[in-house]
Every structure is written in C-alpha cells, then in structure tokens.
C-alpha cells in the first residue's frame, strides 16, 4: 500500500489556481510538498506540521500558495494561486514521521521519510 497519495496536479492557465491533495495512512508529524522540474533539482515548496499547524513556505510562493491540513481524514492540501509556467513540474508529498527537528517544519528533502508518487501541474497556455 502506497503510504502516500497525491492527487489534484493538471493542466492550467497562467493565472489559475489548483489544489493539490495528500492521503496518507501513516502518522506524520510532518506534510512536505516539493516540486521537480525537468533538468532540475527537487526543491521544497511548502510544509505544514501535525500539532499546530505551522507553516514554513519557499521564498518564491511569495503568498501564492496556501498549505492546510485535515487531521479528521489524514489529509494535507497545497492550495496554489496565481499559477506561473515556472510552477510546471511534478510535485511531490512527503511524510516526516520522526519528528526529529526544531522550529518550523523543514523545507529539505531529507528530512522527510516517506514520499508519494507525485503529480503533474502543468502552467501553459
């Protein structure tokens, strides 16, 4: 059983917004999404913790993009606005389940333990 799900990626107009959805059936004390681009390396793009719901958010979402986290059904959702064709990439989710860091959640890659499959978001017009 895949741990992690991410569902909600697909093609939109520069300008648009989509939501982006992680399912997981494990206990985390963290949600990361990071994002790849062809060519590129994975950055973090956002991350939310368990137990209060701090937020830590890359430089470039510049507010665009909102995490939010719904403990009822273990899920954690990406709510992105005001999309650019340099947001294109497949976005992953990913789980910190030691909660092994101090201060916001982190925003590097291996800092995370389980990773999702990930989803396409294409910005084009």
């Known amino acids: 059983q895949t741990p992690l799900v991410e569902s909600g990626g697909g093609l939109v107009q520069p300008g648009g917004s989509l939501r982006l959805s992680c399912a997981t059936s494990?206990?985390?004390?963290?949600i990361g999404w990071f994002r790849q681009a062809p060519g590129k390396e994975r950055e973090g793009v956002a991350s939310?913790?368990?137990?209060?719901?701090?937020?830590n958010y890359a430089n470039f979402t510049r507010g665009r993009f909102t995490m939010a986290r719904f403990l009822a059904n273990n899920t954690f959702d990406l709510r992105m606005n005001n999309l650019r064709p340099e947001d294109t990439a497949i976005y992953y989710c990913?789980?910190?389940?030691?909660?092994?860091?101090?201060?916001?959640?982190?925003?590097?890659?291996?800092?995370?333990?389980?990773w999702g499959q990930g989803t396409q978001v294409t910005v084009s017009s």
């Open positions: 990913a789980a910190e389940v030691t909660g092994d860091w101090s201060g916001p959640p982190p925003l590097l890659a291996r800092e995370y333990d389980l």
């Open positions: 494990r206990f985390t004390y963290a």
């Open positions: 939310i913790s368990r137990f209060g719901g701090i937020t």
